[in-house]
C-alpha cells in the first residue's frame, strides 16, 4: 500500500528505466524471500508441484545449497513464481501501478 501511494504521488519524476529494473528487482527479492521460507528440500518440491503444474523433477535444485539470492535468480524458480502467480498472490508490480498512475487525469 505504500508503494502505491508513492507512485502515485511521484509518478512523473520515476524515469522509466529506473523503474523496470527496481521492479525487477522487488521481484527477484520476492522469489528469495519465498525460497527462504521453504527451508526443507521437501517442501520445496511440494511448492514447485503445486506452483508449477507441469514441473519436471527437480530434486538437484530442490537440494541445492546455493544462498538465496542467488537461487532466486534461476529459470526453475521463474516458472514456479512467474510475475503472474506474484500478481495473483497479491504482489504488487511497479510497472502496472506506473501505468495507471499516468492514465489518471491531474
Known amino acids: ?6 507512485v502515485n504521488y511521484f509518478y512523473k519524476a520515476i524515469p522509466a528505466k529506473w523503474a523496470e529494473r527496481t ?5 527477484r527479492r520476492v522469489r528469495q524471500i519465498y525460497w527462504k521460507q521453504w527451508k526443507r528440500p521437501a517442501k520445496r518440491r511440494e511448492e514447485f508441484k503445486m506452483r508449477w503444474k507441469n ?6 535444485y530442490a537440494y541445492s545449497s546455493n544462498r538465496y539470492w542467488r537461487m532466486s535468480k534461476g529459470v526453475q524458480i521463474h516458472m514456479a ?3 503472474d502467480i506474484l500478481l495473483k498472490e497479491g504482489w ?5 501501478a506506473m501505468r495507471e498512475a499516468s492514465r489518471r487525469p491531474a
Not at 23 to 27: E, P
Not at 55 to 60: F, K, V
Not at 92 to 96: A, E, V
Request: glycine share 8%; no cysteine; proline share 4%.
Open 92 to 96: 504488487y508490480d511497479l510497472g502496472k
Open 55 to 60: 514441473a519436471p523433477a527437480l530434486h538437484e
Open 23 to 27: 521492479d525487477q528487482w522487488l521481484h
Open 1 to 6: 500500500m505504500t508503494l502505491r501511494g508513492w
Open 81 to 83: 513464481l512467474s510475475l
